[in-house]
């Protein structure tokens, strides 16, 4: 006796012409840059639903730094996103700066400006080569990196560090530049615009290139407000925001540059901000260069690095300023004023924001973190919705995620 | 507009939702009660003179160990920017004590979704009519709301989900799968106390 096969195997069938089926991506996939797992439904190529799902790099920042002094969760910053960990460190002096009204001198905030550029073209080229290697142009990849390569050298010539910084410190920087450093930098300065033409050339008349990138991933200025896109996600739908103009901190008031603006929202918009974006950095790096005021780079008030010149609350000057001084920082309560502040810087990837709760302590009370990341992330599913599982890897390159950051 | 100036129009708009504000650092907040707060942001969000339309932030705080008093145990705190008129406000609301709960905002900020679903995770804060409200950085089997301030630093327990994995792992070296052990089977002594 034979039975047809498609009803013992229970086959499904296809309902008309579609087949819905779902699809998990990640968390390992190279294309996802970093443990980001997204749940899809399919209908075909065409996304229904999509669902990223993210906590695969949670380390509860925001509960370590409750348990650590201020200057101790400086280098948890630097974990966020390890691609700019420099914007971070800045990021967090700032809002502490800000918290505890600590002074700092302006040769610290022209360094601080200088390396917080540097950082966001680093991390500029390392999105600009990942994401161009997604879509499938190789070759930018590989220019990209040769030119990263500078800038961490650089990097380390600065700090010992390639990849974790903890550069800037509460009140200041760590070390001042050296003039080795600075003509280093001003070389790279010289060949850098030269090469971000070669980049453009290299994908901006690329038939391919442009076929995925124009016209996908659309989001309107209303949509990515809502959606609390920052950075250049957001200003590549026209909407003019960014912190650098809106409330300037260190040296940005005093630098003269431009905020690009898209205005089709779409991947290439974004893109084409970014490549400004790294002019922009030049111009900004050049001006601090010119204008770099003589001076010291750590306030008079500045906690655990240096202590104070005139001591402040119940700081006492220690010989050993890294142990017994900390020590003493540690036991002291009610050394610092109490109260709440929110403070965002703009990183590379958007809005990084700080809110801090001090109760005098020495330590902060609440630490919140606004990681840009998170809400991009967040903001996938309603982009990705209805567009091609293709253009998927596309969108997340787009939005220029961190995992690290979004996970804190 | 001036911040100040944003409190007195909020005062004189929602006179029963505001308990206090105040001033620190050149940034000023104010405290309202939970029960009106998603009419609070609609308001400032649409008001043509105000028009805060950048949600920057949202998150809970615990305030038990707060040494200033009045303050209820939970609460959400939601920092505003307006970018066309460049102002800011923060607006604390007062969750409660027990079981705290306040009304959802994704209606008004799409963004909102992963906040409140994090706030959630962390402080179980419930948001109600989310849409969605479950966990967003922790699995889902997990116990507990960490950034409470009675949650120990170091947590209470081997999370369910990492002692069945470890289990699995045991059960897969019996089969040869890692027959020197190298991997979570077996730890040296010394490292015992590290896990």
């Known amino acids: 006796m034979t039975r047809p096969i498609s009803k013992s195997l229970d086959i499904p069938v296809p309902d008309g012409d579609s087949e819905r089926y779902s699809l998990r991506m990640g968390p390992q996939h190279p294309a996802t840059h970093g443990v980001l797992r997204v749940d899809l439904e399919l209908d075909g190529e065409t996304i229904i639903e999509c669902t990223p799902q993210v906590g695969y790099l949670h380390r509860g920042f925001e509960k370590l730094a409750e348990n650590k002094t201020y200057a101790q969760a400086l280098i948890l910053t630097d974990r966020l996103d390890y691609i700019a960990a420099m914007a971070n460190n800045i990021g967090y002096c700032v809002a502490v700066e800000r918290l505890l009204d600590i002074s700092v001198p302006l040769r610290a905030q022209y360094l601080r400006t200088m390396v917080g550029e540097m950082s966001r073209i680093s991390s500029h080229l390392l999105w600009l080569a990942t994401h161009a290697l997604d879509i499938g142009a190789m070759t930018v990849f590989l220019y990209c990196f040769r030119e990263r390569e500078i800038l961490l050298d650089l990097f380390e010539e600065l700090c010992g560090a390639r990849l974790t910084f903890s550069y800037p410190r509460i009140g200041g920087v760590r070390q001042d530049v050296t003039s080795a450093f600075v003509d280093e930098l001003q070389r790279f300065l010289d060949i850098f615009p030269a090469k971000i033409e070669e980049y453009e050339t290299l994908i901006d008349t690329n038939r391919i290139w442009l076929k995925r990138t124009v016209g996908v991933g659309k989001v309107t200025g209303e949509q990515a407000l809502s959606l609390g896109l920052t950075g250049a996600c957001l200003r590549g739908s026209g909407v003019d925001y960014d912190i650098r103009k809106h409330q300037p901190y260190g040296a940005y008031a005093l630098v003269d540059f431009e905020v690009p603006l898209g205005s089709d929202g779409d991947i290439y918009a974004r893109y084409r901000c970014r490549m400004e974006e790294m002019h922009q950095s030049v111009r900004i790096i050049q001006q601090c260069i010119d204008q770099l005021p003589p001076g010291p780079i750590v306030g008079p008030d500045a906690p655990d690095l240096v202590m104070p010149n005139k001591p402040r609350a119940r700081i006492e000057a220690s010989t050993n300023i890294y142990g017994t001084g900390l020590i003493k920082l540690i036991r002291d309560r009610n050394l610092y004023m109490s109260g709440d502040v929110y403070v965002a810087t703009e990183v590379p990837k958007g809005e990084l924001g700080f809110y801090f709760i001090s109760d005098g302590n020495n330590r902060p009370y609440r630490m919140h973190i606004r990681s840009p990341s998170f809400i991009h992330i967040s903001a996938l599913a309603t982009i990705a919705k209805g567009e091609l599982i293709a253009d998927l890897i596309a969108n997340i390159g787009s939005l220029d995620v961190v995992l690290g950051e979004s996970d804190r | ?195």
């Open chain 2, 1 to 195: 507009m001036e911040q100040v100036a944003i409190v007195d129009r909020l005062r004189a708009e929602f006179p029963d939702e505001i308990l206090s504000s105040y001033t620190n650092q050149g940034q000023t907040a104010v405290i309202v009660r939970p029960g009106r707060i998603v009419d609070i942001l609609r308001w400032l969000r649409d008001t043509d003179d105000l028009r805060m339309n950048h949600l920057r932030a949202l998150c809970g705080v615990d305030n038990v160990r707060r040494k200033e008093p009045g303050l209820s145990r939970f609460e959400v705190v939601y920092n505003l920017y307006s970018i066309p008129l460049r102002h800011e406000i923060r607006v604390r609301a007062e969750v409660g004590d027990k079981d705290p709960a306040i009304d959802s905002v994704v209606a008004l900020w799409t963004g909102a979704d992963w906040l409140e679903r994090e706030t959630y995770d962390l402080f179980g804060i419930r948001f109600d009519n989310h849409p969605n409200l479950r966990r967003v950085l922790l699995p889902d089997d997990w116990v507990g709301h960490p950034l409470c301030k009675d949650y120990p630093l170091k947590g209470k327990e081997e999370w369910a989900g990492m002692t069945e994995l470890l289990e699995k792992i045991k059960e897969l070296d019996q089969h040869g799968f890692d027959p020197e052990g190298h991997a979570h089977g077996q730890t040296a002594p010394d490292q015992e106390d590290d896990l």
